[in-house]
């Protein structure tokens, strides 16, 4: 009998779980079930603040899980979600307050405080990480500020996929898995364990941070019989440890849904100066490694684009929206798709078309060429970061893999190479659900380790690929320099 294992693969937008059934040479998944994550409110609670409603997204897991350890016999269960957030337990296990989200205001005021207190570039050389005001460290300090007290009371801080593994369990686990730790900037680069120095600096306190543990330790037993484990919490890292990479080339990845984060595999952290000033971040992944990259908005340009045109009564689907796109003018603003102004906008279209008219360029009117406004600066967004990954590395890519939701988004696909200039091969489409499959098979021993991993994944998905197009590169070429020596950035 072939093993089964179900994957619970959770993002900003929407959560799944997603069986996977291996036959000793590939992988072959189904989706067993899909379930919403966000509010349609920022402000659900008295206190204002924009917080995920865990008890919900936990009963539908459950749900979920209950169902398939009723038709079939599990070989394991692990869940992966973003980086940074978490929830805070008492003593006795009880969850305090429910997670705060990434994208809540309060998040900046705090990082802006805590830059008065502790320079940029000590706490990039402490941690390695990018400095966004999502992280965990600021998150922290903006909960001290609301409530001290909340701080105090708490005896255990776990991340996101921890403490949802926690509900599958009769009681919390007591640890912290290290790909999702790694993304807190709460963690030295190079020991990977709690940089306390710096949580004390910070003003911090530090009483319930968890020992560290590798993707694949055991955490318990459902009460179905079903193994729980730590997978690549962080989905990233689940991500890129499923990337099909074949050996001996030198490749980059891009991890493209609600984030773009794009990047290359390292032995070790980049810790220099030119890093840190390209707003690169050093997130730690399977086995050792190093994920050198940068955070990038991703498709959360569109998914809030659509979000706000259908408000205004214009339901389309993704697809239609990439069909429009498609079919707008294919030289028309840009945007900057890291800036923060669009973390979370009140209404998206609005600001695309405000931060092209404020760099003197013609705002997009239509769908078609809004949604491509924003195909396009992430297009503009890849090239800058792969261009800035080789200058500070020394090295050039000679192939970018694209995995995750993203991939199904064909014209993004190529807009990123003819932009970079390098072919892209993209798929799987599902790559966090594999990589988390993969650290379960890991830890149990039933691959040896991510080569073996990998051959898995190039043996079950077939990816495609896309080449540049030499005119369009050199148009993409002159159209970073116009919007250089429009904005300066």
């Known amino acids: 009998m072939n093993d089964v294992y179900l994957a619970f693969d959770l993002g900003a937008e929407s959560g799944r779980g997603v069986t996977a059934e291996f036959d000793g040479n590939k992988l072959s998944l189904t989706e067993a079930g899909r379930f919403p994550t966000t509010r349609d409110s920022k402000d659900p609670g008295p206190d204002g603040v924009w917080r995920w409603d865990y008890r919900q997204i936990v009963k539908q897991i459950q749900a979920i899980l209950t169902r398939i350890e009723r038709d079939q016999r599990l070989s394991g269960v692990a869940v992966d979600t973003w980086g940074v957030d978490f929830g805070l337990l008492d003593a006795s296990g009880t969850l305090i307050e429910e997670p705060v989200c ?7 005021v705090a990082m802006n405080e805590m830059l008065t207190r502790i320079p940029a570039e000590d706490l990039w050389s402490a941690t390695g990480i990018q400095l966004l005001p999502f992280n965990t ?24 996929p921890d403490l949802l593994a926690s509900g599958l369990l009769d009681k919390p686990v007591a640890t912290s898995e290290l790909t999702i730790a790694s993304t807190s900037q709460l963690l030295d680069p190079t020991t990977r364990t709690w940089n306390r120095a710096l949580i004390e600096r910070a003003g911090l306190p530090s009483h319930f941070l968890q020992p560290i543990v590798e993707p694949g330790t055991l955490y318990g037993t459902t009460a179905g019989g079903t193994v729980v484990r730590a997978t690549a919490g962080h989905d990233t890292a689940s991500a890129v440890a499923a990337t099909p990479a074949e050996p001996g080339k030198k490749w980059a990845f891009l991890s493209s849904g609600t984030w773009s984060l794009l990047g290359v595999e390292r032995s070790k952290p980049e810790l220099s100066i030119e890093a840190f000033k390209l707003g690169l971040s050093n997130e730690i992944g399977v086995l050792g490694t190093t994920r050198l990259l940068k955070n990038i908005m991703g498709l959360w340009l569109v998914q809030e684009s659509r979000r706000s045109l259908a408000r205004s009564g214009q339901e389309l689907s993704y697809s239609e929206l990439t069909s429009l796109a498609a079919a707008a003018p294919d030289a028309g603003p840009l945007v900057d798709a890291a800036d923060r102004r669009f973390l979370a906008p009140a209404d998206m279209p609005s600001e695309l078309r405000n931060a092209c008219a404020q760099t003197g360029q013609t705002p997009p009117e239509s769908t078609g060429e809004l949604i491509r406004c924003a195909l396009d600066s992430l297009a503009l967004a890849y090239r800058r970061t792969l261009l800035g990954l080789e200058s500070v590395l020394g090295e050039k890519y000679d192939v970018l893999h694209i995995i995750g939701g993203g991939t199904q988004n064909k014209l993004l696909n190529q807009l990123a190479a003819d932009a970079t200039g390098v072919p892209v091969v993209a798929g799987p489409a599902e790559a966090t659900a594999v990589g988390n499959v993969l650290a379960q098979m890991v830890g149990r021993g039933v691959l040896s380790g991510y080569d073996q991993a990998r051959a898995v994944c190039r043996n079950s998905f077939q990816p495609e690929t896309f080449l540049p197009n030499p005119s369009a590169h050199q148009r993409w070429i002159e159209r970073d320099q116009e919007f250089l020596s429009r904005t300066g950035a």
């Open 102 to 108: 990434y994208r809540d205001d309060s998040h900046l």
């Open 137 to 160: 460290l600021y998150q922290l300090r903006a909960a001290q500020v609301r409530n001290a007290p909340v701080l105090e009371q708490a005896s255990r801080l776990l991340f996101m």
